[in-house]
């Protein structure tokens, strides 16, 4: 029997997390038992805090004192200072720990909540001597050389750590045949979940699909090195009628770009046409939006795309490797206005090498597109981070970074992988300017009149599937 965890973040839509219900789907196919827990909070993000952290693993000093009490057979978290949003999380997977069956035990790893997995993976150490417990998820598949995964597999944390699709890892796992580190593939027989009725009931009337992984652009600040790689569409189509069949009113598609090609997203759209969901979302680049694909897209009920567009200044643009042209998004926007899909773009403030000319003009055009369509246009902006794997990461000259690394003297044992882990970052703006800019950003981006179709988002919840 297989235990999946995951702690989701749930500030946004409140629907059922993907990739693990992908996973146990792959695995019951092949015969293993496997519940999935799916913990629903709105957690803390920790940028918000300082916003030079580097978040891969912001929680070294708690979890060196986590380490300390695990090793004296202590209470994990005796002496370590909780907000109540932890106590919250951390008293639900606890209760639910004693009655997961079976001693594997699979996290769902993001970069939010990796210190809430390692607080459970010690107590899972601590309740089930001989369990085998894994992190995969996108946080351990960052980067080629992962020193999170490191020091948690040499501290004896975890027993494996896992790249990119966990599926066949997780079956080898099962079979007792397994290395620390593994790396899964993605392929095109992606194992849709068979959601029954009780999950429409006990989740959002909406559902999480994937189409394809991976996506073939390389943005300098994200870490998705995954291959590209496009699902079989039938069993796609197949999937979403089985589950409108189930009382599913719609569909948010998780492929990291819908439109890599435009043939591949009208083959979507007339799926969606036949499908015929009162709603559905996805993820678009901003290049291959045209006017007969939103055509398409509006006539099968497309109401939200979500577009990474960063920054309007075309020089941080080019630098990012986006090509950026102004006219080329305010044509976008109007295409998108026009067939009454909602553009939610992202926009990241405090990118290396940016001036604050070139902050100002994206600040400037974010309140003239917001003043000329008001809110059926809205904004989503965020913060510079830096992420292992990305090509700031591993280039951080090459773009004016300098990184400030932990210090080994604070667990001698581990000392040598802990001073490989960068602390602090700078791109050479200061944390109290960065935090306004993002404030005055936020404040022009969207208006809290706007309210998410059939959202559903509560401050805690969970679900066993
Ligand atoms: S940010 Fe989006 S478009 Fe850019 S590389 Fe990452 S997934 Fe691709």
Same mark, same amino acid.
Not at 70 to 78: A, S, V
Not at 124 to 139: A, E, L, T, W
Not at 360 to 365: Q, S, V
Not at 416 to 427: A, D, L, N
């Given at each position: ?74 209470p994990i978290i005796h002496n370590i200072e909780l907000s109540q949003i932890d106590q919250i999380v951390l008293k639900d997977l606890f209760s639910d720990l004693k009655y997961m069956k079976g001693n594997i035990f699979g996290f769902q790893v993001s ?152 043939s591949r997203a009208m083959e979507i759209a007339d799926i969606m046409c036949d499908v015929n969901f009162d709603y559905w979302t996805g993820w678009a680049n901003q290049k291959n939006i045209n006017n007969e694909l939103m055509e398409k897209f509006h ?48 926009? @990241?403030?405090?990118?290396? !090498? /940016?001036?604050? *000319?070139?902050?100002?003009? &994206?600040?400037?055009?974010? =309140?003239?597109?917001? %003043? ?37 003297? @604070?667990?001698?044992?581990? !000392? /040598?992988?802990? *001073?490989?882990?960068?602390? &602090?970052?700078?791109?050479? =703006?200061?944390?109290? %300017? ?32």
């Amino acid at each position: 029997m297989i235990n999946l965890i995951s702690i989701c973040n749930n500030s946004f839509t409140g629907t059922v997390s993907s990739s693990i219900n992908y996973l146990k789907q792959f695995l019951e196919d092949r015969g293993h038992e496997t519940t999935c827990y799916d913990y629903f909070y709105t957690l803390p993000n920790p940028v918000f805090i300082r916003p030079d952290h580097v978040m891969e693993m912001n929680i070294i000093p708690e979890f060196v004192k986590m380490y300390k009490n695990w090793k004296k057979n202590l209470p994990i978290i005796h002496n370590i200072e909780l907000s109540q949003i932890d106590q919250i999380v951390l008293k639900d997977l606890f209760s639910d720990l004693k009655y997961m069956k079976g001693n594997i035990f699979g996290f769902q790893v993001s970069t939010v909540n990796l210190g809430y997995s390692i607080i459970a993976a010690m107590k899972i150490r601590q309740m089930y001597k001989d369990s085998i417990i894994v992190f995969g998820g996108y946080h351990m598949s960052l980067g080629l050389e992962n020193k999170v995964a490191k020091l948690l597999l040499k501290s004896g944390v975890i027993d494996c750590a896992v790249r990119d699709d966990g599926s066949e890892p997780m079956l080898k796992i099962a079979n007792n045949d397994y290395e620390e580190i593994m790396s899964g593939k993605f392929s095109v027989d992606i194992p849709h979940p068979k959601y029954t009725k009780n999950d429409v009931i006990e989740t959002n009337p909406v559902f999480p699909s994937v189409s394809s992984y991976g996506c073939p652009f390389k943005c300098f600040f994200c870490a998705s090195k995954r291959d590209n790689v496009f699902g079989d569409l039938g069993s796609f189509r197949d999937h979403l009628l089985h589950c409108k069949d189930l009382g599913f009113k719609g569909t948010e598609i998780n492929d990291d770009n819908l439109n890599i090609t435009l043939s591949r997203a009208m083959e979507i759209a007339d799926i969606m046409c036949d499908v015929n969901f009162d709603y559905w979302t996805g993820w678009a680049n901003q290049k291959n939006i045209n006017n007969e694909l939103m055509e398409k897209f509006h006539l099968s009920n497309c109401k939200v795309l979500m577009i990474g567009i960063e920054c309007f200044s075309a020089s941080v643009a080019e630098n990012m490797g986006k090509e950026r042209i102004i006219k080329d998004v305010m044509n976008t926007i109007d295409i998108m206005v026009k067939h009454e899909i909602l553009p939610c773009m992202t926009l @990241i403030t405090s990118m290396p !090498g /940016e001036t604050e *000319e070139e902050y100002e003009f &994206t600040l400037k055009t974010t =309140i003239e597109i917001r %003043k000329k369509y008001g809110d059926k246009v809205i904004f989503v902006p965020s913060i510079f981070q830096m992420y292992p794997g990305s090509d700031t990461y591993n280039n951080p000259e090459k773009f004016g970074i300098s990184f400030e690394y932990w210090d080994g003297n @604070i667990l001698p044992e581990f !000392g /040598e992988i802990i *001073e490989t882990i960068p602390k &602090t970052f700078s791109v050479g =703006i200061s944390n109290e %300017k960065i935090m306004e800019r993002w404030k005055q950003l936020n404040a022009e981006s969207y208006s809290k009149r706007i309210i998410i179709p059939y959202s559903k988002s509560k401050q805690k919840r969970k679900l066993i599937r």
